[in-house]
């Protein structure tokens, strides 16, 4: 069973940084595309940042530049290393899993999600 959960979210100023990280289990780095999502009250969830099995990132344009996407893999743990936040980054982030055949439709595994709030 694939399980998902991210932590490292909270409340800081704008400016500032904060590294989110999402441990999983049941699943691999060999066979997966690991992404972070976020998704603001009254609006869609939209991707962030995802690598790929062969440790390829891509950025949503909002976030390049300011925001890194890496892995662990001994310890099965994606992370998102936040910095020069802003107040439009306040958000719930989510990470999800999808092998490469999932990727584009709405399979795949999600963690609960961890709440982030930049102040100004």
């Known amino acids: 069973q694939v399980q998902l959960a991210e932590s490292g979210g909270g409340l800081v100023q704008a400016g500032g940084s904060l590294r989110l990280s999402c441990a999983f289990t049941?699943?691999?780095?060999?066979?997966?595309?690991m992404s972070w999502y976020r998704q603001s009250p009254g609006k869609q969830r939209d991707l962030v940042a995802f690598?790929?099995?062969?440790?390829?990132?891509n950025y949503a344009d909002s976030v390049k530049g300011r925001f890194a996407i890496s892995r662990d893999i001994p310890k099965n743990t994606v992370y998102l290393q936040m910095n020069s936040l802003k107040p439009e980054d306040t958000a719930v982030y989510y990470c999800?899993?999808?092998?490469?055949?999932?990727?584009?439709?709405?399979?795949?595994?999600w963690g609960q999600g961890t709440l982030v709030t930049v102040s100004s």
């Open positions: 049941g699943i691999g780095f060999s066979t997966n595309i």
């Open positions: 999800r899993a999808q092998t490469p055949l999932d990727w584009g439709t709405a399979r795949g595994s």
């Open positions: 690598i790929n099995a062969g440790g390829g990132t």
